[in-house]
């Protein structure tokens, strides 16, 4: 692992950042936040049709990039700085990764365009595979607005379900952080399409959680970084006791700190994108540990700046607490962070 | 008198007047001509001149029967500062009514660029005849939109260091030059304004103390202050009122969650509940030492601790209840109360003074050690930079 | 519970601080720390027969002062303090605490006058009950000096044992803070006597140990005292960049975080040393919540005490490693605080 | 020259020469006699005047082939400060010594009063005919009783700010003026000595840089000190030497101790190891950015972030081995390790810069926070307070 990116790796970054920065902007963030679906259709339009971004990890075969795990962690990154406001973890990332496992063609365009966008329904545990599906899950991202849901129930075997179809329940849940959406599913005697070859549908599976990981991970380092951007700008430019409030030690050594998570968290996020990227037998334990420490990383550096900030930072006004509610929300998304560090160290013993 | 015949005497006056079902105003009107209101306060200012025992003797009886309305001479916050400080005038115009709650009062200090550093006001006050032109913004005034009165810091004299020129007033809140606005606070709930000062009037007459005096004004106000907060020693918030002292029963969520059989929860819980002990027992120790007249080192820690123990707790409730952290509303009753005490534990850690402000009182008034050097001190407030 | 002591109580602490100022400084400490014993006889005279302190916790009619757990955390927090060297947690508290409970009045008059001492072996685990007691058991303290042995054996019962007695082996163990010694103990069929009632036995077992945390966290919390008050002293005289350090926020904050951890140290010590007085149903939880507590808080203030000092803190010379080592051991004398936590955590849930 | 042909001319002259069997004096001068030694420098002084990329070419050969020798112009602190600041009569005298290893060195800087604020020094040199007198003390000196010079920071005029009156000697350790005494750590361990300089006299001409140019010195000095501290990245001890680079395996730990199936050991495990990764990871990175010649900001945050992973280690081992944790000494191996550990890890966190030191360089340096403002910057050091 050498942490240096190509220079196509670069200019991607790049073109997210600049995109993002014209728009994904706080107004942007906050009015996507505040409607009915949480996501910005101009933003991931643009996203879709002028970065082929909604089918970065898609095979170019299926109109897709081709790109892989640094690729996709590059983007969220970018993402996760800015807030962004859409469903490209579920579909871009979660949805596009189990469908190209599963070797499966006939969605892959649709979602690589950005015209349609899928997502997974994780629910081994709740819905059981059979003619008609059965079952409630809960907590499915973006589980409201997309168009396809891939439902994996136990077995594993994927389904695909159209949410418009008879005996589809679909409840929007009340999310504490409005950039991110999930839904309560349910589905009563619902007729679904198997989708994929059955014998290698649980490391499709596999994967894809593993993708999800790493992806959410770099989001999570981009948000944690950006907190601490916002924290240390404002550390310099507020003035207390005829100082910039930064010149005291109690600020400037908990940026210090803090700049210690944030450099770890992208450490840790990339290591385990090389991995995944190179199929390593490393990969397993290292998304695990990413997931880990990226989600506790997020929340401190979001939690940390909106005390450095003090009152202002306490406002619905100002943007400390949207970083909070993200970093929040992330923390408990693919399961939270002791769930994951017990998964990473169960890996690394069992490899001996 | 000695102070049995003196609780007789109290209990027996309770007895015969007061009733649960009495209108509060009248009620109040009764307990302030019989002494009962500040009985610590000489006879000329509607008190009995009683030493502390004596005064806590008669409060004793007012909490035995359940009745409010007495000692005021420790908790109200505005009746004290005006007797303090007040004119013979001011006195006469406000002391009763305040003591009547017939005046209704917020505070006017903290200004966005004054939150730490306090004495770093902006806002102006400006004589113009028989009166102040009063100009700036005001933040975190709880209570604005309905107050009557507002208790004012603000700069008279900026050619002095920062806390020479500062002068303090009662200023009538119902007039052009104030306009009120609610502040949303990160948690969605609204309990503060901003006020914004636009050539605001106040009658020098409604100054407390001397111009330039009004930093040693606020000390006054602030320490009554203080003591009103441990009186309630309650959070801002009534939207999560807990059972068992509004503090959230960490175990019976657990169980309710199936995680009361996880060994690093079961930690987690063990830890939270050790720091609230804790801080209950520190408390009482402070209450000793006050009663002993010791002056007492632990109330400071109180707050720093209570601020650590918040955000713990919020940190807990988020691990015990999993994914549904990710939810808000009364549709997840629980993981809206860990998202709220999450977020709200910073209106500890923030508000009333941030816990890094806290840690230099701790360091420099109970373990003395020195401040940091000022450069300030003796500059004019015009010359200290300040915020761009 | 009022925190409130009484005149004796204060005479008591005044009493015992005074002797130990006299004769426990720094040099008295060092050299009971590299004696053979790690025992200051001289001092163990005085504080037995000066202020009768051995006998403390000794019913009157046994020789002694017949105090309770209040007046035995007074002692100990100001043991703490000063580092004092000697045998009076494992005679003076545990062995008279369990005779005491036992009523046994056998030995309890030698050990009140400081003449004899004692220790007890906790060996429920490694050693059966029968007529010849045989079995190991490591990390008992004091088991080198002690004149005599209360082995409480499987079942429980407790043993008489002479330490002379043939087939009683006792090998110091080479202990990180010289300050508190320890030994293993092997019996090889060594005769000994029952002590005491077995129907009063387990109870009288346990107490001894709620006592023993008790006037360990009290020594913790005294000992924690004294290292934050040797951080705020160097803090105020240490001068660099012109100024004493403790007015850099960085020292300050720590030292006021610190003072958090001592007065809550404080304050669990003696919530538990008053339950315990009170023969309250909290006892046990109060017990394990304060030995918990106080081993955390003393090994964190230990420790800061020398990040405080600097380079000279991280010398043999200076006496701040003392007070580590003091820390660190005492946090492992009677368990863990992890297990302490959950044992305090038990004891709520199951109290409801 | 071009790389390829400069690589197998190295490679060639090393199968010629380099035998591991050689003596280690003769061997050094071969490398030094022919310019590998220090490939950067200029012909004139042993080197060879290549370009970075020619030179890292050589030393890669040298790695290949296992022979000591080569790429001392980037890792020979003593050298470096010579070649960089010393009169040609000192680079004649030290140049060659110094690259052949025949000269032992050590650092005179830190003093007992001294240590974060380094500038604060009050050893003084005071000129006397051809030489200069020195007295004060040092203290964390390696290698002071086997050392032939010291590099010593001494205050050659206190009547000018700190940083400006401080000059850089070659001090010849091996006078009546200079006693070593050992200096034991917490530990128990002696790794350092304390230097008491009495009337110790050292040539004028033994002077780095101009009088009251020390500091600056000094800061070049530092600056090769990181870079050998880089290339070993060892801590100062050998005693407790861990398989897989010096670390202890945590879970191997724990199976041994019957802990590796408490929830709570795992989490505190995967803690540590994440850290040391993390750790890892983040030196692999500043190594890139420095190769691509961008500055890195991460190497500045390695040694805060070995702090905590030290500290963090050794309380893990503690919480592991338990009871075994009171014990020291050879029968006792876990828990003399995980003593050792907890209180070594103070090495780190306290010398070569305090983690609090540590916080500000990164504060100001990488995130652009102002400085404290200091009062003494232009005050004269004889008037700047000093501890009692």
Known sequence: MTFDFTDEQRALRQ???????????????????????????????????????????????????????????????????????????????????????????EFLPDLASGQRTATVVFAQQSIAAGEGLSGEQRFVLDGATADLLLVVAGGPRVFAVDPAAGGVSIQPMSTVDGTRRLAAITLDDV?????????????????????????????????????????????????????????????????????????????????????????????????????????DAFVRVAADNIQIHGGIGFTWEHPAHLYLRRARSSAQLLGDAATHRERYLSAIVDQG | MNIDSLRSEVRQWLADHWDLAADRAEWLAAVVDRGYAVPRWSREDFGLGLDEESAEAVEAEFRRAGAPGSGQDRTNLWANTVLAYGSADLRQRFLRPLLLGEIRMCLLYSEPGAGSDLAGLRTTAVPDGDSYRVDGQKVWTSNAAEADYGMLIARTDPEVPKHRGISFFFLPMDQPGVTVRPLRQMTGEAHFNEVFLTDARVPAANMLGEPGQGWRVLQTALAYERVVLAESNRGASTRHAKKDGGEVDLIELARRHGRLDDPVVRQDIARVLTLRAANRWNNQRAQAELEQGTSSSLASLGKLLMSRLLHETGRVQTAIVGAEAMLEGADHPDGDDANFAAMNAYFTSIGGGTDQIQRNIIGERILRLPKEPDRFRDVPFREIPKSG
């Open chain 1, 15 to 105: 073109a997210v950042r600049e995109l993002l920065d014209d728009h994904s902007a706080e107004p942007a963030v906050r009015a996507a936040a505040a409607s009915a679906t949480g996501v910005d259709q101009d933003l991931w339009k643009l996203l879709a049709e002028q970065l082929g971004l909604a089918g970065l990890v898609v095979p170019e075969g299926c109109g897709g990039a081709g790109a892989g795990p640094v690729e996709l962690a590059i983007v969220l990154e970018e993402m996760g700085k800015k807030l962004f406001c859409g469903p490209y973890l579920s579909s871009s990332v979660l949805a596009a990764t189990l469908l190209t496992e599963l070797s499966c063609a």
């Open chain 1, 191 to 295: 007729p679904a399409r198997p989708v994929g070859d059955p014998g290698s549908t649980a490391a499709a599976v596999d994967w894809t959680l593993r993708t999800g990981e790493v992806a959410l991970a770099a989001e999570q380092a981009g948000g944690a970084r950006a907190a601490l951007d916002m924290a240390v700008a404002y550390a310099r430019a507020r003035f207390q006791f005829g100082r910039a409030i930064g010149s005291f030690q109690a600020i400037k050594h908990l940026c210090a700190d803090l700049l210690v998570e944030v450099e770890s968290a992208y450490s840790t996020a990339y290591a385990a994108a090389w991995a995944l990227a190179e199929r390593s037998p490393e990969a397993t334990a290292l998304a695990a540990m990413a997931q880990a420490f990226c989600s």
